[in-house]
């Protein structure tokens, strides 16, 4: 009995030994996470200075490359450091200065010279000036405009701002949001600008009055009145910017969002670099653009909601188009019939 009890211990013997084996082994690779000296010495062989120079020096092996396919990029990436501070040191002050330098300019000339009232009373003749169709285009494009600015502007400074008032799980969902809007509304945004610019490039050809325009400030300089078309000389200026450096902001963009189409990294941080100081000129750009077309100018604004300005405001800001379309003007009591009827024609469409 005791010799049948020593055999059918035996064979425990081996099972012990190999649950030992195990429990070491899990042990070490707990102990090497929890470790990470110990980590790297288990998973890296010595490293000496002459390996590091070598890998510093830009040479290649199977043990430089990064983990991306088909990569023959090093493991120290010296122009990763270059991007690094030209986005720190320059991007990022460039846009504060463009963007607040612009806020500040704007609120002293409000202050200082205040908004420009139309010179006589309004007529309450009414010309065209926006159809439909361009209202539509341009109230899309600029709202997206104003998302991807919000967006980019908290992509790049948010975490000075944002982070340190709410802490790290606001910030992080803030900044989680941001970046999903911006990677799909931008390629969005850049056909609808395409759009639009191709819909009102007739008007934004440059004239020899233009060069007046210019000189003149606008009208500010002196007190002679300024000729202008059917866009002035800063519209034209404003259209030629977004027709250069928004297909410039454009294209940059699309560089980065969809990088599955052969760009290297080296091309995506000079895409990134481009990307950022466009559109960052382009906001502070936008900021007066705003400010003229609302509290800056008085009717302005309407043309762009209702399509339709006044008579006077079209003597005073674009006289050369006035002559050539004032016979079409029509008063405010036509535009209400007119209104009405189309609404009459229309509900019984619905109706039925």
């Given at each position: ?58 040479e290649t092996g199977p043990y430089f490359r990064d983990s ?16 690094r501070q030209l986005r720190n040191r320059w991007v990022s ?26 010179s006589a009373p309004r007529t309450g003749r009414k010309l ?225």
């Amino acid at each position: 009995m005791r010799h049948f009890i020593d055999r059918q211990s035996l064979w425990r013997l081996p099972l012990l030994a190999l649950l030992l084996v195990v429990g070491l082994a899990v042990s070490s690779s707990v102990l090497a996470q929890a470790d990470p000296e110990r980590e790297a010495a288990t998973a890296v062989p010595a490293l000496d200075a002459d390996t590091w120079r070598q890998v510093r020096s830009g040479e290649t092996g199977p043990y430089f490359r990064d983990s991306r396919a088909d990569s023959d990029y090093n493991l120290i990436n010296a122009s990763g450091e270059t991007w690094r501070q030209l986005r720190n040191r320059w991007v990022s002050p460039f846009g504060l200065i463009a963007v607040g330098g612009m806020i500040v300019a704007i609120a002293l000339f409000y202050v200082i010279i205040g908004r420009k009232d139309l010179s006589a009373p309004r007529t309450g003749r009414k010309l065209l000036r926006w159809p439909l169709v361009v209202r539509s285009l341009h109230w899309t494009v600029a709202t997206l405009f104003i998302v991807l600015a919000l967006t980019g502007l908290n992509l790049l400074y948010g975490k000075f701002v944002f982070r340190s008032l709410f802490g790290d799980a606001f910030w992080a969902s803030l900044i989680s949001a941001s970046k999903l809007a911006h990677n799909y509304l931008g390629p969005l945004f850049g056909i609808l600008l395409i759009v639009l610019l191709a819909r009102v490039l007739k008007h934004n050809w440059p004239k020899k009055h233009d060069i007046v325009w210019f000189m003149k400030g606008g009208g500010l300089v002196g007190k002679a009145h300024v000729d202008a078309g059917f866009a002035n000389g800063g519209e034209k200026a404003w259209f030629w910017v977004l027709a250069t450096v928004g297909i410039v902001v454009i294209v940059s963009g699309l560089v980065m969002d969809f990088p599955n189409y052969g760009q290297g990294r080296d091309t995506m941080q000079w895409a990134n670099i481009l990307h950022a100081v466009g559109a960052l000129g382009l906001t502070a750009l936008a900021l007066g653009h705003i400010y003229i077309g609302t509290i800056g100018s008085e009717g302005s604004l309407e043309g762009m909601t209702t399509g339709y300005v006044d008579e006077t405001w079209a003597k005073d800001h674009h006289n050369l188009w006035y002559e050539a379309v004032k016979d079409e003007a029509v008063t405010e009591e036509q535009l209400a019939r007119e209104k009405e009827s189309d609404s009459g024609d229309a509900a019984p469409t619905r109706s039925s």
